[in-house]
């Protein structure tokens, strides 16, 4: 691809940039965020130690961050799509190098003021360097199949790497947004089909590559009960304190088996089982709603965007954070094996939430520049 044109004039002032970012998103997020606080504060029984206050300061960081993000020319980001893939791939080869290995696996990189998960970082750089592949490809392009090559060497190149770590929720997470773009940009149904009916038929390869403790995932996900004190226990536990929550729930700082320590996990992976605990089926399907939400204006923003860099980064992300939201609570009722996705603003978790807000920052700026005019191969004019 030729060089982009960042000769061009920016037209709007930081006012009339500041007064086009969606705040009504910002005030959703910080309103989801905020739930996330209080269960953090109920997980820790009624204290802002260990987690709600330490999640509070993160995300005060991240605000600033997604804020800064968002007022940045989209042209840059769409300058910058492939150097930060590239350092962020260089991240995921350090872990394997000097990573520290934390419950079993090595997936963090110790920067002293924060354990870096880089494998995070690289759900939204993916998106962006496919975003930028894809900008002005045509139907034509993407029927052709060496046209496709680099986009899956993309995808596939930091897959391979996040499975060492090990960490296969975070590899099909990776695959799956990848899947998404290629859908958006106009890759034929038929690839996808080739494609899955190839991975199905390598299912018995991949069962023999796949840990120990990963075939116990499946085989408890299939049958829970067989292990309920082992392997199937934070299943069994996590269906009970959902289930006795009711209708209404049991109320804030009320909930008996995250607060008897019978819930593992509560403050990450599970954190959505005590909401349920605490709230009920009422408080579960509100939350849900306000999560709804945050999809539905990433979808508009990115429909909205006049250009196919910007739509696909907007579209790109949203898809990122409905997997986050299905595979966290699709894994906390049983419906699929648990993985350790985290549930975003809401999970305990440093790396994950400064991913996420990163994420919400390229949202509001492909909203702020929607109207950004581009060739074929880069950003003309206004």
């Known amino acids: 691809m030729s060089s982009l044109d960042l000769g061009a004039a920016d037209t709007m002032s930081l006012g009339e940039k500041l007064a086009q970012i969606s705040w009504s998103l910002v005030l959703l997020i910080c309103v989801v965020a905020s739930v996330g606080f209080a269960m953090l504060y109920s997980a820790a029984n009624g204290n802002f130690d260990p987690w709600a206050s330490r999640q509070i300061v993160r995300f005060c960081v991240g605000m600033v961050m997604m804020l800064t993000?968002?007022?940045?020319?989209?042209?840059?980001?769409?300058?910058?799509?492939?150097?930060?893939?590239?350092?962020?791939?260089?991240?995921?080869?350090?872990?394997?190098?000097?990573?520290?290995?934390?419950?079993?696996?090595?997936?963090?990189?110790?920067?002293?003021?924060?354990?870096?998960?880089?494998?995070?970082?690289?759900?939204?750089?993916?998106?962006?360097?496919?975003?930028?592949?894809?900008?002005?490809?045509?139907?034509?392009?993407?029927?052709?199949?060496?046209?496709?090559?680099?986009?899956?060497?993309?995808?596939?190149?930091?897959?391979?790497?996040?499975?060492?770590?090990?960490?296969?929720?975070?590899?099909?997470?990776?695959?799956?947004?990848?899947?998404?773009?290629?859908?958006?940009?106009?890759?034929?149904?038929?690839?996808?089909?080739?494609?899955?009916?190839?991975?199905?038929?390598?299912?018995?390869?991949?069962?023999?590559?796949?840990?120990?403790?990963?075939?116990?995932?499946?085989?408890?996900?299939?049958?829970?009960?067989?292990?309920p004190l082992g392997m199937g226990y934070h299943i069994t536990q996590s269906k009970i304190a959902f289930g006795s929550g009711g209708l209404f729930g049991k109320g804030f700082l009320m909930g008996t088996q995250s607060h008897l320590n019978f819930l593992p996990e509560k403050q990450t992976d599970f954190i959505f089982t005590m909401l349920a605990e605490e709230f009920g089926m009422v408080g579960a399907v509100g939350f849900l709603g306000l999560y709804c939400l945050l999809l539905l204006f990433g979808f508009v923003i990115g429909l909205r965007c006049r250009h196919q860099f910007g739509r696909l980064v907007a579209l790109g992300l949203t898809v990122n954070l409905f997997l986050y939201l299905f595979i966290n609570v699709a894994m906390i009722m049983g419906l699929i094996p648990v993985v350790g996705v985290p549930l975003p603003l809401i999970s305990y978790g440093g790396t994950a939430t400064l991913a996420v807000m990163i994420g919400f920052g390229l949202l509001l700026s492909v909203h702020v520049h929607r109207d950004v005019r581009m060739s074929k191969r880069g950003i003309t004019d206004f």
């Open 69 to 227: 993000i968002a007022l940045v020319d989209i042209r840059v980001w769409m300058k910058l799509a492939y150097p930060l893939y590239g350092i962020v791939f260089l991240l995921l080869i350090a872990v394997e190098l000097v990573g520290d290995v934390g419950k079993g696996a090595q997936r963090w990189i110790d920067l002293g003021f924060i354990q870096l998960q880089p494998s995070e970082v690289m759900k939204v750089t993916l998106t962006l360097a496919l975003a930028r592949y894809f900008h002005g490809a045509t139907l034509e392009d993407t029927g052709r199949i060496p046209f496709l090559f680099i986009p899956l060497l993309i995808i596939f190149a930091p897959v391979g790497l996040v499975l060492m770590q090990p960490n296969l929720g975070t590899s099909l997470i990776l695959v799956m947004i990848g899947g998404a773009i290629f859908f958006l940009s106009g890759v034929r149904l038929w690839k996808f089909g080739l494609v899955i009916g190839s991975v199905l038929a390598a299912i018995p390869i991949i069962w023999q590559f796949m840990h120990d403790y990963q075939k116990r995932r499946v085989l408890t996900f299939l049958d829970p009960e067989n292990d």
